[in-house]
């Protein structure tokens, strides 16, 4: 989750204008929609592979397929964003890393703050003069813009680090979906969320708990065998 760095640069001064806020992107929904289209991509090419193995037994007659059916199951995405610890740890990681950039942008806004009053208080009180006034205003302005250049770095910044989490995140999903059907043998394994293209789906076939619990076993090893300084 990735707050909002949306704090002002400065107050009015003459002709130095605050700055209007720019707001960070949140986790993306985005992300769904691509587990979908990996999962449907990935399972068409596993159905290939198995179907150009060799065979023993004869093939099955159409009714004999029709009969039996696919292979079919689902997993709630909601759910593995909420319970797969890994998720957990890359939003507190994001969250820090957002916090830092605020922090950092604000000291600096702070500072600049400091100078628009201390001009403010020699411009009311005729302590300096037109020509100084100017230059002590262009300054400031320069000043100003450099805040929301660096203000919309870091924004930019926070951008790709949370998209780099998301594809992390898809991949160790993804990877771990690929070592579980070859035991499992699905034809295909959907994603389930609330109104999306999948309206109703039989309780039986959901393998979300199952899934969730075997990622949170495998991230809590992989943690111990390499933890973070």
């Keep these: 989750m990735m707050n909002e760095l949306n704090e002002p640069i400065a107050g009015e001064s003459g002709n130095v204008e605050s700055t209007k806020p720019v707001k960070t992107k949140t986790i993306q929904p985005w992300l769904n929609i691509f587990f979908l289209i990996c999962l449907v991509v990935l399972f068409v090419l596993q159905f290939m592979a198995n179907?150009?193995?060799?065979?023993?037994?004869?093939?099955?007659?159409?009714?004999?397929?029709?009969?039996?059916?696919?292979?079919?199951?689902?997993?709630?995405?909601?759910?593995?964003?909420?319970?797969y610890e890994l998720v957990n740890d890359m939003r507190k990681s994001l969250e820090s890393s957002t916090k830092r950039k605020e922090n950092e942008l604000k000291a600096q806004q702070k500072a600049f703050e400091g100078k628009v009053d201390v001009y403010k208080q020699k411009l009311n009180s005729n302590a300096i003069s037109v020509e100084i006034a100017q230059i002590t205003e262009q300054q400031l302005m320069k000043e100003q813009q450099r805040l929301v250049d660096l203000r919309d770095q870091l924004t930019e910044a926070l951008s790709r680090e949370e998209y780099q989490l998301n594809v992390e995140l898809l991949e160790h999903v993804t990877d771990f979906l690929v070592r579980y059907n070859e035991e499992k043998k699905y034809d295909a394994i959907f994603n389930?969320?609330?109104?999306?293209?999948?309206?109703?789906?039989?309780?039986?076939?959901?393998?979300?708990?199952?899934?969730?619990?075997?990622?949170?076993?495998?991230?809590?090893?992989?943690?111990?065998?390499?933890?973070?300084?």
Aim: aromatic share 6%; glycine share 6%; no cysteine.
């Design 192 to 229: 389930f969320k609330q109104g999306t293209t999948l309206f109703i789906a039989n309780d039986a076939l959901d393998i979300t708990l199952e899934v969730l619990g075997m990622l949170n076993q495998e991230y809590r090893i992989m943690k111990k065998r390499n933890p973070k300084p």
């Design 51 to 83: 179907k150009s193995q060799p065979n023993s037994k004869p093939s099955a007659t159409s009714s004999e397929l029709i009969n039996q059916g696919p292979r079919i199951a689902f997993i709630n995405s909601d759910s593995i964003m909420v319970g």
